[in-house]
């Protein structure tokens, strides 16, 4: 039995509505890859994933092998893809080749030891060559591509090669066009190479969210959505290119998360008295505050300490004093009728009014990547209407 302190809901209805939208800006027969990694962007791998298979997304993208495991336990009897895009434990490629798990291969070891596990346990290795076209990250080079290529041919029977693909660095900005714009030349130069070579490759993908929106000329047969899906654009200039052109600038996305906690215990303050550790917080006049049981232990950063705001009986109340490990107090003096108990919005809607994960981040100086990946797996996700 557990009890924790706080909760976050995930909305089914948002991300049917994200779905809807993605889909309309993709090509028809374009495989729709659902990105969970960083525990499904915080918003919990094993309900999102359900989620998604209950609106047909059978493909997933995650960061490792250890997150391939996860969504492997998830699928249970239901069939659906798994691509590992980064890190396979050398302990765990014989796993993913077993359970016939999709991995890139952006080294040549990589490529080789994956044949000889193939070898080993009669099963193919189900790959897709990442390509160096300019980020300097991870991905092979022209080179190394040719002795990649020399080597499956070789060895046929243990490798299919399901895609070919690259990343671009940072294709939610116009100020990284031009890098783009020479990573978009390397990537054709280099499949129209490898499409001499081999013959039926399945896959060529080179675009995440934001690539789909701003490089759609390079979505090719498989779209790794990622941030969208959750309800938020890469970035708010995205956004702006997007609705620039249209009537109304409403946002079509809805974000699926909420955070919610509730008030552990109300007081009053003097005026004239500190609240909290230290001495950053004086009460100006009489103040009635709530304790709230979350603070920088459970993923809310200390550096919303005095400027964080979270919502109490429909009504936008400030941080007062430290974000502790454990607790929060707020100001509810304009909250006349709370009471202990009584919900706080921590992220997400009440009544009215919102706290969003952008202006939430702003005041912490997190991208909303960052602040969601944050949130501890620990926290229980309960999927709501």
């Not at 302990?91 to 080749?97: G, H």
């Not at 009635?288 to 705001?309: M, Q």
Request: with cysteine.
């Amino acid at each position: 039995m557990t009890w924790h302190t706080s909760k976050i809901e995930i909305s089914r209805s948002a991300y049917l509505n994200n779905l809807k939208f993605i889909q309309s800006q993709l090509p028809e027969n374009v495989k729709f890859s659902s990105v969970v990694k960083g525990n499904a962007y915080g918003h919990g791998i094993q309900p999102f994933v359900n989620i998604a298979l209950e609106n047909n997304i059978n493909h997933f993208s995650v960061f490792s092998s250890e997150e391939a495991f996860q969504v492997y336990q998830v699928l249970g009897q239901r069939k659906a893809d798994i691509m590992i895009m980064g890190m396979v434990a050398d302990e765990a490629l014989e796993w993913v080749i077993s359970n016939e798990i999709q991995f890139y291969i952006f080294d040549i070891e990589r490529l080789f030891q994956a044949i000889n596990i193939a070898k080993k346990v009669g099963k193919p290795a189900l790959i897709h060559l990442e390509l160096e076209t300019g980020m300097n990250r991870t991905g092979l080079t022209n080179q190394d591509l040719s002795e990649a290529l020399n080597a499956i041919k070789k060895n046929d029977i243990y490798v299919k090669v399901f895609g070919a693909c690259t990343h671009f660095a940072g294709a939610e900005s116009i100020s990284n066009y031009v890098r783009i714009e020479r990573q978009k030349f390397r990537y054709i130069e280099m499949c129209s190479f490898l499409q001499d070579e081999l013959r039926d490759v399945r896959y060529f993908h080179a675009c995440c969210s934001a690539g789909i929106m701003r490089y759609p000329e390079m979505i090719g047969d498989l779209a790794r959505i990622g941030i969208m899906q959750y309800g938020f654009w890469p970035s708010y200039e995205t956004f702006i290119e997007y609705s620039s052109d249209k009537l109304i600038k409403t946002d079509p996305l809805k974000r699926i998360i909420s955070w919610k906690t509730s008030i552990m215990d109300i007081k009053n303050v003097k005026r004239g008295e500190y609240i909290g550790y230290g001495s950053i917080y004086l009460a100006s006049k009489d103040l009635k505050i709530a304790l709230v049981p979350v603070g920088y232990g459970y993923g809310y950063s200390r550096s919303l300490s005095n400027v964080g705001r979270v919502l109490v009986g429909g009504k936008r109340v400030a941080i007062t004093g430290r974000v502790n490990m454990n607790l929060i107090v707020v100001d509810i003096t304009d909250v006349p009728n709370a009471r202990k108990g009584d919900e706080v919005v921590l992220i997400g809607k009440q009544g009215d009014l919102e706290i969003s994960v952008a202006s939430f981040g702003d005041a912490s100086n997190q991208i909303n990547y960052e602040l969601l990946t944050r949130l501890p797996e620990s926290l229980p996700r309960i999927i709501v209407g």
